[in-house]
T-cell receptor, first 113, second 113 residues
Framework: AQSVTQLDSQVPVFEEAPVELRCNYSSSVSVYLFWYVQYPNQGLQLLLKYLSGSTLVKGINGFEAEFNKSQTSFHLRKPSVHISDTAEYFCAALNTGGFKTIFGAGTRLFVKA | GAGVSQSPSNKVTEKGKDVELRCDPISGHTALYWYRQRLGQGLEFLIYFQGNSAPDKSGLPSDRFSAERTGESVSTLTIQRTQQEDSAVYLC???????????FGPGTRLLVL
């Protein structure tokens, strides 16, 4: 992957509303795609990943993402967010067979009561 | 088992001093990564180790930065003659054999005065 773009730096949303965090990547080869989450004052942890197969990937805490090769996108969605989902979310891409993961700049999700 | 650990968790230093940051990866993980995360920005790749060798040092910002890994375990990132622009969170991650899922430590927050 050459670059990963997260289109929104901040996303405020009310509790129980749906949310979509957008991610686009550029690469001349096939890629693995990831979403990591960083809760306040904690390290990054894997939310979900796409390696191959079904383009709809389900992760922890009710999140899912859909790989769209034609649009080079990997948007993250959740149908109903909780206050506890407030965190920074990072999209990342890795060329298959490679080792250098490229991270986006992050999207700060802020869930309001 | 234990996750990735990093020390110190916080480091305040004066401009011009040298600092050493430590990372203990998950036992058995042969791949180890260092990243820098400046305030409000994404993760910036610094260096990758496979075992004790570093096939990719391309992300090190300058010759003031160096890293080593011994015994396929602990790694240290050294910054010589620190500058204020070195202030950031330095994250370490490990993975089983390189690529795919990385497991992150909590980071070292470095502040250069």
């Amino acid at each position: 992957a050459q670059s990963v773009t997260q289109l929104d730096s901040q996303v405020p949303v009310f509790e129980e509303a749906p949310v979509e965090l957008r991610c686009n990547y550029s690469s001349s080869v096939s890629v693995y795609l990831f979403w990591y989450v960083q809760y306040p004052n904690q390290g990054l942890q894997l939310l979900l990943k796409y390696l191959s197969g079904s383009t709809l990937v389900k992760g922890i805490n009710g999140f899912e993402a859909e790989f769209n090769k034609s649009q080079t996108s990997f948007h993250l969605r959740k149908p109903s967010v909780h206050i506890s989902d407030t965190a920074e979310y990072f999209c990342a891409a890795l060329n298959t067979g490679g080792f250098k993961t490229i991270f986006g700049a992050g999207t700060r999700l802020f869930v309001k009561a | 088992g234990a996750g990735v650990s990093q020390s110190p968790s916080n480091k305040v230093t004066e401009k011009g001093k040298d600092v050493e940051l430590r990372c203990d990866p998950i036992s058995g993980h042969t791949a180890l990564y260092w990243y820098r995360q400046r305030l409000g920005q994404g993760l910036e790749f610094l260096i990758y180790f496979q075992g004790n060798s570093a096939p990719d040092k391309s992300g090190l910002p300058s010759d003031r930065f160096s890293a080593e890994r011994t015994g396929e375990s602990v790694s240290t990132l050294t910054i010589q003659r620190t500058q204020q622009e070195d202030s950031a969170v330095y994250l370490c991650a490990s993975s089983i054999s390189g690529g795919e899922t990385q497991y992150f430590g909590p980071g070292t927050r470095l502040l250069v005065l």
